[in-house]
């Protein structure tokens, strides 16, 4: 009954801010959204200017990072990086226009995060579902026990014999 969130950074380099010009007097603020509402939910991209918060000095180009959450990010999952780059280029061009992200010009680089497709993290935030509860939590938080004595038999590795035979009560514990 817990769930595992979807998320994804996509961050795109250009030579020069061109966002920042756009964007007026509002232009060294280093956050701004997308915000789109359907029948069923609200979904956003927020987009982070690096070099407004890191200083341009310290970035040889100017960084773009888009983050997509939820069912934006999941819709994502299984498709090629090139799409997310997509449909983030598509929002950029909804927020300022196509003629300004076509004088822009192509980013010169694109990286994709994916934690949901990285077979360590599998995800990148928990959270409750409907119905869940505290003792959800807790089976969670239990230690597991795995039994190695098996391997700890050199008569006979990798049977069931051994494992039930071995005096080294081998476990890891997790």
């Given amino acids: 009954r817990l769930g595992v969130g979807s998320y994804k950074k996509i961050l795109l380099a ?3 801010p061109w966002w920042r010009l756009a964007r007026g007097p509002q232009k060294r603020r280093p956050f701004f959204f997308a915000i789109h509402n359907d029948n069923r939910h609200k979904s956003f991209v927020e987009f982070l ?3 407004a918060v890191l200083g341009d000095d310290v970035a040889s180009t ?4 888009a983050t997509l959450a939820g069912d934006a990010a999941a819709a994502l999952d299984a498709r090629p990086d090139d799409d997310a780059v997509a449909l ?3 929002e950029l061009a909804d927020i300022f226009g196509s003629n300004t992200l076509r004088d822009a010009g192509a980013p010169l680089s694109a990286r994709v995060t994916n934690w949901d497709q990285d077979p360590h993290a599998r995800g990148a935030y928990s959270y409750w579902r409907v119905g869940a509860r505290e003792t959800d939590v807790d ?3 239990r230690p597991v026990t795995f039994s190695v004595d098996e391997a700890c038999s050199r008569d006979s590795a990798a049977t069931t014999r051994s494992s039930s035979s071995s005096s ?3 476990a890891l514990l997790f």
């Fill in 14 to 16: 250009w030579r020069r």
């Fill in 62 to 65: 100017a960084l773009l990072e």
């Fill in 168 to 170: 080294s009560g081998s």
């Fill in 139 to 141: 089976s969670l938080a």
């Fill in 88 to 90: 983030v280029l598509s």
């Fill in 49 to 51: 200017d690096r070099g």
